[in-house]
Each structure stands twice: as C-alpha cells, then as structure tokens.
C-alpha cells in the first residue's frame, strides 16, 4: 500500500526551519516559525500559566473524559473573552468547542460549511496565513482569493471590497481578526465597518481567524472588528487560538465559535461541531484549557496575564520601530515607511523568493520565500544585523559589504 504513495509536498516552514538547524554558522537567525521570544531567544512560559499550572497540580483533579465539546468552562470563558459580556450581546447567541489549537477550530469550522453545503467556496486574502488554502481544501471546499495590499503595502480597501462583490449568497469570507499573518497590514475600523456593510449586503458569511489578539493594539482594540462583526451579521464562525497569547503553543488549546440568527440553528451547528470532533480526534486534551480558565476565572491571574501580554506586545512594537529606524538610517527610507505601518508578530519584507534566499545564504538570515519574518523572534541586539542583510540585499548604498560563508 504504501508504495503507491506518491512524494507528498513537504512544509515550506518546517523545510526552512531544518535547513536552519543545519546551518553551522554562529551568527544564523531564525525568524521562521511564529512563535514569541524574549530578548533572551528564549519562548517563556508566563508567569500567570505557571501560577496556573501549580494550582492545576494542587488540586489533583480526575483526568475523566470531559466530553466532546472539551471544557465547558473554557468554552464559556472564550466566548466571554472574544464577544463581550453585555446583556443580548452576540456572545448570547453564540456556542463554542474547544479545539485542538487554532489550526484544529479552522478544520472543525471548515467541516462544518461542507456539511452544510458541499462544495462552499471560501475566500480568503492574498496573501494569507500558509495553512489556510489547505486546511480549507482538505475539507472540501473551494477557494477564491482576494486582493489584501496596495501598491504601498497598506490595505487595500478599494480592491477588497470590489474583489468581494464578485462573493455569491452564502459564500464565506475568512478574514483574520487583527495581526494579518503574513503581512503585518491591518483595515482601520472604518474598513471593517465596510466589510461588514458588504458582508450584509452581499450575504456572504464572514469567518474569522482570530490568533493574536492581543499582540497588535491591545487585548480589547486587537477584538473590537470581530465584535462588531458579530453583532451586524446574522451567522459569523470565529476561529480561536491560545497559543501566542498565553504561550500555550504545545499545549494546542483553541475554540471554534458559531454564531447563528436562531437557538435553534446555533444548537445544530454545536451539534454538528462535535460530531465532527468525534471523527477526528473525539474530544481535545483537557490540560492548556484547564490554565486558560484558571486564569481567566481569577481577577488576579487574569491581571497578571493582561500585564504580561502587554509587555509582549510593548516589545514586539519596539523591534518594528527599532527595525524601521535601522533601515532608514541604511538608505531604506520607503521600505521603513511600510514596515512601520504593520502590527502584530510579523512583518512583510519587500524581498522576492530569489531575495531571501540570498539573505539565507549570504547574511544567515532565514524568512519564509514570501518574505515573511517573525519580528516577535529576533533579540534586539540582533536587529542592526538583520536591518543590514535587507539593506544590502536591496542593494542600499550604505549596506554593508555581505560576508559569504
């Protein structure tokens, strides 16, 4: 059986990330994968997660089954924390399953539009989040793609919204809540505002990915867009992850969240979430969800991971800025304007495939081909290198000479 096997494609990521662990040279840079890292390159386990976790561990509860939907009270906690708790709010119209991490609350959601109707096309931005084309396809669905970028590298509201008329009845829109992976570019409220008067007028499903709030403005600014969302549309699918905001990465803690016009349709669809679950993996793992809500059932936990969060964010914003200095000291003055508009954990070079490579090869410096570099990952002591190998790849007069190893 297995020799009819044909060669799979392998994960670019992944690909980039070996090839890095190869790399014998001492000044190598891994800016790949998409996790935080403090200035020590270290990826912390927060304070309030560890607090949590002892608790956890004080308490000794059973380790029985909690059900196909996961933790109920992580559930209700998410729903709480995403959609707001004002009296007839979305979030009273509105289920959540837990899921194996963000990726996990994609597929069950992408299940379920295929149980509904087969064959849905789902439209999501070019360029999107790597994993996003293949989740959605290996559920079923067709994928459409639409413009995200002008000419400046801000977001284009124009294209958007004219790329979108061509969205059908029924057709779904996967738009990422706040921190856009892989550029960085984020609609200003008024353009969310817009996206909603289309989603509305269009009859398109919004379904959004909401993985770092948090990280770009500020917990409550980076969730104000799928609020409103939520409370103009009358069905909305909301994808949550727990891993970059509590550094829960191995924990693989998200939720899948519907939002539907009646009790009844919005019952039918938690059904149908967990029946999806029972095929894939049957129920989540109970532990990372257990801290989630230990955290967010105590003001002081839930204080103290706030403060934190914070802190990240503080320092993920100062590399941006750092970066955008040191590349308009170098001569970069338009490629700084754009970076500095981008938020969140990634930022989006202005280099081709061809480009990267030379910066892996020349300056040791590994992004994905798309030119895609986790500004969370990198040390600040690090980034006048990094600020140098973009230089002189675009071949700015006061780059430095590269030095080929």
């Known amino acids: 059986m297995l020799e009819l096997l044909p060669p799979p494609p392998s994960d670019p990521l992944w690909d980039l990330t070996y090839e890095f662990g190869d790399d014998e040279r ?16 270290t990826t912390p386990v927060m304070a309030a997660v560890r607090e949590a976790e002892l608790r956890l561990a004080q308490r000794s509860e059973s380790k029985e089954y909690r059900g196909l939907s996961g933790n109920a009270a992580f559930n209700r906690a998410l729903l709480d924390l995403v959609l707001g708790t004002a009296p007839g709010g979305p979030a009273d119209r509105a289920a959540a399953v837990q899921t194996v991490a963000g990726s996990g609350a994609l597929r069950l ?8 109707r087969p064959g849905t096309t789902v439209w999501i931005s070019d360029p999107a989040y790597v994993n996003h084309r293949p989740i959605l396809e290996a559920a079923g669905l067709r994928v459409r793609t639409f413009g995200w970028r002008d000419r ?75 609020r409103m969302l939520a409370a103009r549309v009358p069905e909305m699918l909301i994808a949550v992850s727990c891993s970059k905001n509590f550094g829960l ?35 989540p793992p109970e532990h990372g969800a257990a801290v989630v809500t230990t955290i967010l059932q105590d003001d002081g936990l839930r204080a103290a991971w706030r403060a934190e969060l914070d ?21 970069c003055e338009e490629q700084a304007r754009t970076l500095a508009r981008q938020k969140g954990m990634f930022s989006m070079l202005p280099l081709t495939p061809h480009d990267m490579l030379r910066l892996r090869r020349q300056y040791a410096i590994y992004g994905t081909t798309s030119g895609r570099i986790n500004i969370a990952g990198i040390s600040a002591h690090r980034i006048p290198c990094l600020a140098q190998g973009i230089a002189g790849v675009l071949g700015a007069a006061d780059a430095p000479r590269p ?3």
């Open 249 to 283: 990465y191995s924990d693989r803690v998200g939720c899948a969240i519907v939002l539907g016009a009646t009790e009844r349709s919005v019952r039918n669809a938690e059904t149908a979430l967990q029946n999806a679950a029972r095929t894939l993996y049957s129920m």
């Open 26 to 41: 001492p000044e190598r840079l891994n800016l790949v994968l998409g996790v935080y890292r403090d200035q020590t390159g």
């Open 311 to 331: 802190v990240m964010r503080d320092r993920i914003t100062a590399n941006r800025a750092d970066l955008t200095a040191h590349l308009g000291n170098l001569g």
């Open 109 to 116: 959601l992408a299940d379920l539009i295929c149980r509904t």
């Open 403 to 405: 030095v080929i190893l």
């Open 152 to 226: 400046e590298g801000g977001f284009d509201t124009a294209g958007v919204l004219r790329d979108l008329r061509d969205a059908r009845r029924d057709d779904v829109v996967l738009l990422q809540g706040c921190c856009h992976n892989p550029t960085g570019v984020d609609p200003l409220l008024d353009d969310w505002e817009a996206l909603a008067e289309s989603a509305v007028r269009g009859g398109w499903v919004p379904f959004v990915d909401l993985a770092y709030h948090g990280l770009g403005d500020g917990l409550e600014a980076d969730l104000l867009a799928t």
